[in-house]
């Protein structure tokens, strides 16, 4: 019997597809991470890992290794490499039923950045720019930046690629990163490779597993919002009306501000959908920071906080002396490197606050909790409290940022002996009339920065608060006040744009500090 003529050449497609796919499949694929120019930590164990075949044979080759494996029953394959020589210039070849070849692949140190838009911001919004452009020359500094992107499942690629450092590319590196990187590179003679994944304006719930959130029932919250914000479909038409019916109102608001000499309000943003959100629990750590893992990085430096200090509720800001433990840990089990160097930046002042000490901003809370979590092992915290801009929460003083984290990395990661911290409160001690707080860290001894010490507040019970006088004893400071004949607290720097001035003889700010837990 003759076989009908559309029926035959509708078989043949599908052959053809199916053929065509499963050809596609097969080829050995590699994460966008491991492509030319890619940095690789010298020196340490270094896995590869990618995708082909089921059951395909790959072979991995760099610097006369050659190692053998072959794709599991999903297709997912991986090897791990002894270490490199840092320094090496090498090339990366991927054999299955294919070939992949990475050029121009250098062995040095690598370090992740990540948080929100301090440490998205770039090199050409800093200080200096034209400077900092003319004297970029730095082929032995790369860096990767993650394109944004939110999901509410982990991924396992990532967009993005490596660029090398010169005065053409550095503008659109994130400042932060690219000046801590700089000191690193010029202190070690080493190559450096940085990994940028940051999101302007996010929660550090939204860099957090949820799988750890869900762990923690005071971060259950967050978990249980999320869940009850995705149980029915997102409505693009309301989203569309509420937005149209916002913005009409913002128009209202925008021309009475402008006939009164006053600034244009924020414009309204349309509802998105939680699941695609960039706020949502999980969402960027599922996008952003899954498909890295378990490229071999030294450490991680970050610099988020301004979106839950910036909370309408201070008792959600309070939560971050929980949340950066939960992060740091939880990066830490997943990387499988307990004691994984990681490094923030505690937030800097922001809008000046006439009211002093009597009441507390999410600001405070957030940077107590930063202060808090040095409790943890191979942990640091640059203090930022003295770069800040009154009216702008994008201080441009990236150069000190980076300097303060590179310090930091140089002493406790690569065990050079210089002073890597501002002074630190370690505790008080009460005289009737005077509290003397005693200071760690304070290398060539307390300096005041101005003919008095500033932002140092004292109580008694009363729980009103009075600008304190003060005199520097060695490593200590001694606090009084006349109207506080019996004083049983301190807080320096407690406001959210204080003006502080206590410095070590290295040169770096003291944290801001309480030594009593009132509301």
Not at 190 to 215: C, E, H
Not at 382 to 403: L, S, T, W
Not at 437 to 459: M, N, P, Q, R, Y
Request: charged share 20%; hydrophobic share 40%.
């Amino acid at each position: 019997m003759r076989k009908h003529p559309s029926l035959f050449w509708f078989v043949c497609a599908v052959k053809i597809f199916i053929s065509f796919a499963l050809s596609a499949f097969a080829e050995v694929k590699l994460p966008a991470i491991f492509s030319d120019h890619m940095v690789l930590e010298g020196g340490e164990h270094v896995p590869v890992w990618g995708w082909a075949k089921p059951e395909e044979k790959v072979t991995v080759e760099i610097s006369g290794q050659k190692l053998a494996t072959k794709a599991d029953a999903k297709g997912d394959w991986r090897v791990q490499l002894e270490p490199l020589t840092s320094g090496e210039q090498l090339t990366l070849t991927v054999r299955g039923e294919n070939s992949i070849v990475v050029n121009d692949v250098l062995a040095g140190e690598v370090w992740l950045g990540s948080g929100q838009s301090n440490m998205r911001l770039e090199v050409s919004r800093a200080n200096n720019f034209e400077a900092e452009k003319a004297a970029a020359n730095f082929p032995k500094i790369r860096m990767f930046t993650v394109a944004k992107k939110a999901i509410m499942t982990p991924t396992n690629d990532c967009v993005g690629h490596w660029v090398i450092c010169d005065s053409n590319t550095v503008g659109a590196f994130s400042a932060a990163l690219y000046f801590f990187g700089r000191e690193l590179h010029q202190q070690l003679k080493a190559p450096v490779g940085l990994i940028n994944s940051s999101f302007g304006g996010t929660y550090i719930q939204s860099w957090m597993s949820m799988d750890a959130q869900k762990r923690d029932k005071a971060l259950q919250p967050f978990v249980n919002n999320f869940e009850k914000s995705i149980a029915t479909p997102f409505d693009e038409t309301a989203a569309d009306a509420e937005l149209k019916k916002a913005m009409a109102e913002w128009q209202i608001h925008a021309a009475k501000n402008k006939a009164e000499g006053k600034g244009e309000p924020r414009k309204p943003v349309k509802r998105t959908d939680p699941r695609m959100d960039q706020n949502s629990p999980a969402n960027l750590f599922n996008g952003m920071i899954a498909p890295l893992i378990p490229y071999r990085i030294k450490g991680v430096v970050w610099y988020q906080g301004e979106q839950n200090a910036g909370s309408q509720a201070t008792a959600l800001a309070d939560l971050y002396r929980i949340q950066l433990p939960t992060l740091i840990h939880d990066w830490r089990v997943r990387w499988n490197e307990g004691d994984l160097p990681f490094a923030w930046v505690q937030l800097p002042g922001i809008g000046k606050r006439p009211d002093g000490f009597q009441t507390e901003s999410g600001f405070e809370l957030v940077r107590e909790g930063m202060l808090e979590t040095l409790s943890l092992p191979a942990t640091g915290m640059a203090v930022a409290i003295d770069i800040g801009e009154p009216d702008n929460i994008h201080p441009k003083d990236k150069q000190d940022i980076g300097h303060r984290l590179a310090v930091w990395a140089l002493a406790q990661v690569y065990h050079l002996d210089i002073p890597f911290s501002g002074p630190i409160f370690a505790g008080c001690e009460t005289n009737v009339t005077k509290i003397k707080i005693h200071f760690t860290h304070t290398d060539g001894g307390l300096v005041c920065h101005g003919e008095a010490l500033k932002s140092f507040g004292i109580a008694g019970a009363d729980k009103i608060w009075h600008a304190a006088e003060t005199r520097i004893e060695g490593d200590a400071v001694v606090v009084s006040s006349k109207e506080v004949p019996l004083p049983v607290a301190v807080r320096y720097g407690w406001a959210k744009d204080p003006e502080c001035n206590l410095y070590n003889g290295a040169g770096l700010p003291a944290s801001p500090f309480r030594t009593d837990r009132w509301p």
